[in-house]
């Protein structure tokens, strides 16, 4: 189980770094997001002795039973919140995670400044946009996403990027495409979109964060 998990991990960051040397123009940098959601607690320690230090959940709850001992054992852990927020979590939210992918709302971006002012904790932030404009999903509207960004560099909350979960049945590349070009638009310097199934992709367009679960630690049951 560990050494698939270190040969799984040590393949992707391969793939990674074979992909940002076919790019034309890769980020800086490319981050491994870890998603560890379903996974036990043992599973993800696999994934520390590895030397994987970056992991995303995407559930609150669920983070809040796994993480805070691992963060306390290692304290160069680095949590990400990739799915969506709750008001009523924020306060939990903010106190646990390093940075939350998921901003995609005016009232969000209120809640999460009233908990920096009132206990200090300030994650990091990137919005989630809804680039194919699903019903179903979570992220603000293409055509939203100028008064959001407005609203939260108003607040001066430490906005760093945007973030992107393409339509399963579409191609992914357009969607990509559009991340870097809102992003490049609004002067954000984080692009975190990509996940197992097309990680290469996404850094080919300038991804600075890819997320990975089923590829990492195998198909989630
Ligand atoms: C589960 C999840 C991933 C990882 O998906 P895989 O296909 O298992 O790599 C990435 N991003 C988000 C937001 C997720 O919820």
Do not use: W
Not at 14 to 29: E, G, M, S, T, Y
Not at 54 to 73: I, S, T, Y
Not at 100 to 108: A, G, V
């Amino acid at each position: 189980m560990t050494n698939n998990l270190a040969n799984n991990l040590a393949d992707i960051l391969a793939r990674i770094a074979a992909a940002r040397k076919a790019a034309i123009n890769p980020a800086p940098a490319t981050h491994l997001v870890a998603v560890s959601k379903t996974v036990s607690e043992e599973g993800i320690r696999a994934a520390l002795a590895a030397g994987q230090r970056l992991f995303g959940e995407n559930r609150v709850q669920e983070a809040q039973a796994k993480f805070p001992q691992l963060k306390a054992d290692y304290p160069d852990l680095e949590l990400h919140l990739i799915g969506p927020l709750q008001t009523n979590k924020v306060k939990e939210a903010a106190a646990l995670f390093d940075c939350i992918q998921s901003l995609d709302r005016i009232r969000l971006a209120d809640a999460l400044a009233a908990e920096r002012d009132r206990s200090g904790h300030a994650p990091r932030l990137f919005i989630q946009v809804n680039t194919g404009e699903e019903p179903q999903k979570a992220g603000v509207l293409p055509s939203d996403l100028d008064a959001l960004v407005a609203h939260a560099r108003a607040l001066k909350l430490p906005l760093e990027g945007l973030m992107c979960i393409p339509p399963a049945a579409d191609d992914a590349a357009p969607h990509f495409a559009f991340l870097l070009k809102l992003a490049r638009a609004h002067g954000l310097d984080h692009l975190s979109m990509g996940m197992s199934g097309d990680f290469e992709l996404a850094v080919k367009f300038g991804a600075t964060h890819v997320r990975i679960g089923s590829a990492l630690f195998g198909v989630r049951a």
